[in-house]
Each structure stands twice: as C-alpha cells, then as structure tokens.
C-alpha cells in the first residue's frame, strides 16, 4: 500500500478551530446568563428595599395615625432625611411659634446598611440612585420606588410615556422598582 500515507498523531486545524468555536459560543451563552441573573439579582434587592421602606412609613402611620410627609420631615428642626426619620426618630416639630415632641424616644422604624445610604443620607437603591417616596396623606397612599435598570422614570406606573394612562393602556410589567 504505497498510495496511503500515515496519519501523524493529534489533531488537524480544522478540528482544533472548531473546538475553540463551540467553546467561545459557550462562554458567550454562560457570560450572557450571569449578567441576567446579576440584573435579576439587583432588581429583586431593590424590590425588597423599597418594601422595608414603605412598610417602615406604614409602620408609622399605624403607630402615630398619622403619615409622614416630606412637608413634616423639611419642617423638623434641623430637617431629616426620609432615613434619618425613619431610623432615628426626631425631638420636634415646629408648629407655628412652639415646639411639640410628640414622637421623641422611639424606636427605629427601619435600619440599612450604609451601601443603601448616600453621602447626604437619602435612600439609594443599587444603581446608586435615590428612592422616590411619595407619601399621600390625603388619599392614604404611599408609593416607595426605584427607578430601576434603566433610570427612567414612568412614575411608578406601567411601562409608558410615564402618563396616568400608561398604567391602562399598557399591560406590560412594570419597569420602576415598587414597593409591595
């Protein structure tokens, strides 16, 4: 058999190039997956956080039968953060020319770790943005959210141009982060 050459061992180009191939397709694939679970990941954090919140206000209209309203925490004297209310407590309210110290000496309403905090001490959630709160005492209603991944704001509503009508005409899941 003159005509048939030996084969050297190993592997020809051809089949080490395809092996790299499905190998980079696959790491591509596995990459891809890790940075939707990170994402999830970040999405269900901040669900959480802005539940903790909401429930923390809830937690003090059922205390004081009253809500907290930004209007209350910028009248404290000094004014508050929405954390610093809710963590700390304050000693009064200016009402008019006196003083009043209905909540002094209470309890924490809510506690954070200082990655959920900025350096001015608002809430932020993991994208480094801070928490919208919306505390409507008149209708009873509180809305604690994020902005979400994609900083934009549909004001707590479906996805939309962010008007009223969005969350009734748009059935898609909402991409602000709320609270429960």
Not at 72 to 83: C, E, F, K, N, S
Not at 160 to 172: L, M
Request: net charge negative; glycine share 8%; aromatic share 10%.
């Amino acid at each position: 058999m003159k005509g048939k050459r030996k084969r050297a061992p190993g592997f020809t180009m051809v089949e080490v190039l395809v092996v790299m191939a499905i190998l980079a397709f696959l790491a591509t694939l596995s990459f891809w997956g890790l940075s939707e679970i990170r994402q999830n990941m970040r999405i269900r954090q901040t669900q959480e956080l802005t539940t903790r919140v909401s429930s923390a206000i809830k937690e003090f209209h059922t205390q004081y039968l009253e809500w907290p309203t930004q209007t209350m925490l910028d009248g404290l004297a000094p004014p508050q953060t929405w954390y610093e209310f809710l963590n700390r407590g304050y000693t009064e309210i200016k009402a008019g020319t006196s003083t009043l110290s209905k909540y002094e000496n209470r309890g924490a309403f809510l506690e954070l770790n200082d990655s959920n905090l900025d350096t001015a001490g608002a809430i932020i959630d993991v994208w480094q943005q801070p928490l919208v709160i919306d505390v409507d005492a008149v209708n009873n209603r509180v809305l604690v959210y994020s902005l979400g991944p994609d900083m934009e704001s549909d004001n707590g509503l479906y996805r939309g141009d962010g008007n009223e009508e969005a969350a009734y005409t748009t059935p898609e899941p909402i991409d602000d982060i709320p609270g429960k």
